[in-house]
T-cell receptor, first 113, second 119 residues
Framework: DAKTTQPTSMDCAEGRAANLPCNHS???????VYWYRQIHSQGPQYIIH?????ETNEMASLIITEDRKSSTLILPHATLRDTAVYYC??????????????WGAGTKLIIKP | DSGVTQTPKHLITATGQRVTLRCSPR?????VYWYQQSLDQGLQFLIQ???????AKGNILERFSAQQFPDLHSELNLSSLELGDSALYFC??????????????????FGEGSRLTVL
């Protein structure tokens, strides 16, 4: 079962910052948060990941709350090409003694002109 | 282009049939993962191989099987197909295993998927 909760859908105006929230209240201390996105049935694309510190790369920023129960993915200047389903994922230590990415349903982000 | 190649891109077949989906990982990647995505659903993890050995199993049906060959390409075999098996099947690869030590960030590189339609 997914360990994350995300809004089903969100809108954002082109050029503005898109802030995508994710709730992971049952996350354990050594479980990372990953973000991927999927553009119209293409293969998912890695965006960013983090443990407890805020992270930034060329695509986005990841803000994780101090208690680690939630995080926000920020796309600083959204473009129409950022329209996609965004998945917030927790990496867990599975029953097979292996790490697994547990995928939820994601947030459908629509960027409007 | 992720560097992961999947074939075929599209496949239409009938119930009861058997198909094989093929995946070539990125050069140098040892891990291969298979995922199933039904219409408007999230990704369901099926199985993972690392350097030829099965490492993790997810929600994979007994009618499905997979293997990773010495050249690291992988095949997913789906048999006794049912209408409900219609889905996108994604392959992903990574350098090591997700989250292991050795610098693996856990980033997966996905192929473009194989769309299976069972009629």
């Amino acid at each position: 079962d997914a360990k994350t909760t995300q809004p089903t859908s969100m809108d954002c105006a082109e050029g503005r910052a898109a802030n995508l929230p994710c709730n992971h209240s049952t996350i354990s201390g050594n479980e990372y948060v990953y973000w991927y996105r999927q553009i119209h049935s293409q293969g998912p694309q890695y965006i960013i990941h983090g443990l407890k510190n805020n992270e930034t790369n060329e695509m986005a920023s990841l803000i994780i709350t101090e208690d680690r129960k939630s995080s926000t993915l920020i796309l600083p200047h959204a473009t129409l090409r950022d329209t996609a389903v965004y998945y917030c994922i927790v990496r867990v230590y599975g029953m097979d003694s292996n790490y697994q990415l547990i995928w939820g349903a994601g947030t459908k982000l629509i960027i409007k002109p | 282009d992720s560097g992961v190649t999947q074939t075929p891109k599209h496949l239409i077949t009938a119930t009861g049939q058997r198909v094989t989906l093929r995946c070539s990982p990125r050069s140098g990647d040892l891990s291969v993962y298979w995922y199933q995505q039904s219409l408007d659903q999230g990704l369901q993890f099926l199985i993972q191989y690392y350097n030829g050995e099965e490492r993790a199993k997810g929600n994979i049906l007994e009618r499905f099987s997979a293997q990773q060959f010495p050249d690291l390409h992988s095949e997913l075999n789906l048999s006794s197909l049912e209408l409900g098996d219609s889905a996108l099947y994604f392959c992903a690869s990574s350098v090591g295993q997700v989250g292991t030590s050795g610098g693996n960030t856990g980033e997966l590189f996905f192929g473009e998927g194989s769309r299976l339609t069972v009629l």
